[in-house]
């Protein structure tokens, strides 16, 4: 996605050249609009940087919230640079997306048309088995538990790579649980020392940052772990629901074991993705679609988001025959489909072959 610099390289050779973009299409055409407005109708950078605004943008059923754009859109000294990106995929022979047509489907069909190089649903693109939770290692503790509890009556609480929270924050969440009465299994990481770049690590005695008295209340109904084996996990069948950071890797996850998300992004394009699992496709709950806690952020301007709105989100999630819960079902059926034999992805790859072919002839 940020080496476009190798079109240049392959056009010295004489050869095609195409983009792999492993975040959805709805990124894609977001991205796509907002350089086309900066370079071919003259709208300042610093026009995109207002929380206020809604863009009415083609390829979307509703109206995109300012506040909800991916973080270097918002950050003016990063925007032009990032956008400049962006023009590059324009000079490519096609893209490939990690995505596929039954749940992007109005995004696809936008931008199949017009200038745009052609588009290739090739997704979904997963990696369901690097994870052995299996065997003897720090998974199959995780995967015991989940075998005592009923089906789809856990919560799992997990936030990517990056994802951790500060003690005012932890704490309100562990209220939220506690309250909403829910069984759940909670990746807590630790985050790096202030002024350390490193991924969050597992704590060592969770209890220091709980609420006094939280492990003991819970201990029946509740786990607190670190790393996840996430794929493992939401393939158990006692999952029912997921509060994540919605990384486009996590929403595929979800999507293809029918396991509906509560959004709470983090970073990156992730409020975009929560804003399309809640408004447009109808295939999660808000925690907080706004929340941002980018890299190099002061803890001080990261909003804190009480108990009471994320019990709010944890019951709306794990109701009993919610409409996300019957969608996001149906929509695991069809990601399926889109893999097997004559699916959308083979179609697409085959389409994708034959331009390659013949952009080499």
């Given amino acids: 996605m940020f080496c476009t610099t190798f079109i240049d390289v392959a056009d010295e050779f004489g050869l095609p050249s195409y983009i792999f973009y492993t975040s959805g299409a709805g990124c894609l055409n977001l991205t796509l609009h907002l350089q086309n407005l900066r370079d071919n109708h003259n709208t300042p950078v610093t026009d995109f940087n207002n929380p206020e605004a809604n863009w009415n943008i083609e390829g979307f059923k509703n ?4 506040k909800i754009l991916p973080r270097p859109v918002l950050n003016p000294f990063l925007c032009d640079g990032f956008l400049d990106f962006v023009k ?79 003690e005012t924050q932890v704490k309100e969440i562990a209220t939220a649980l506690e309250n909403s009465g829910f069984r759940f299994l909670w990746s807590l990481r630790r985050p790096p020392p202030r002024g350390v770049v490193s991924f969050p690590l597992d704590y060592e ?4 940052i709980l609420p006094e008295g939280f492990l003991e209340r819970t201990a029946g109904v509740g786990k607190i772990i670190g790393w996840a084996p996430q794929a493992a996990i939401l393939a158990h069948p006692a999952v029912g629901g997921f509060v994540s950071h919605c990384g486009w890797n996590s929403i595929l996850e979800s999507l ?63 109701a009993e025959g919610s409409e996300a819960r019957e969608k996001v079902k149906k929509l695991s059926d069809r990601s399926r489909d889109a893999l097997a034999e004559g699916g959308s992805a083979e179609v697409a790859l085959n389409r994708f072959i034959a331009d390659v072919i013949k952009n080499l002839g």
């Fill in 63 to 66: 109206s995109i919230p300012g």
């Fill in 256 to 318: 293809w074991f029918g396991v509906p998300i509560a959004a709470w992004p983090i970073d990156g394009e992730q409020q975009l993705n929560a804003f399309q699992m809640v408004v447009e496709w109808g295939l999660g709950v808000d925690v907080k679609m706004e929340y941002s806690k980018e890299f190099g952020m002061a803890e001080e301007d990261v909003i804190v988001v009480g108990s009471e709105e994320i019990e709010k989100g944890i019951k709306g999630l794990m």
């Fill in 88 to 166: 590059r995929y324009r000079d490519a022979k096609g893209i490939l997306i990690n995505t596929f047509p039954d749940l992007e489907t109005t995004t696809i069909e936008h931008l199949s048309k017009g200038e745009t190089p052609p588009v290739y649903p090739v997704g979904p693109i997963l990696e369901l088995k690097r994870e052995d939770a299996t065997g003897e290692g720090r998974g199959s503790e995780i995967l015991t538990w989940l075998n005592e509890q009923p089906p789809s009556s856990v919560l799992f609480l997990c936030f990517g790579s990056n994802g951790c929270f500060n």
């Fill in 205 to 208: 005695n969770p209890a220091e």
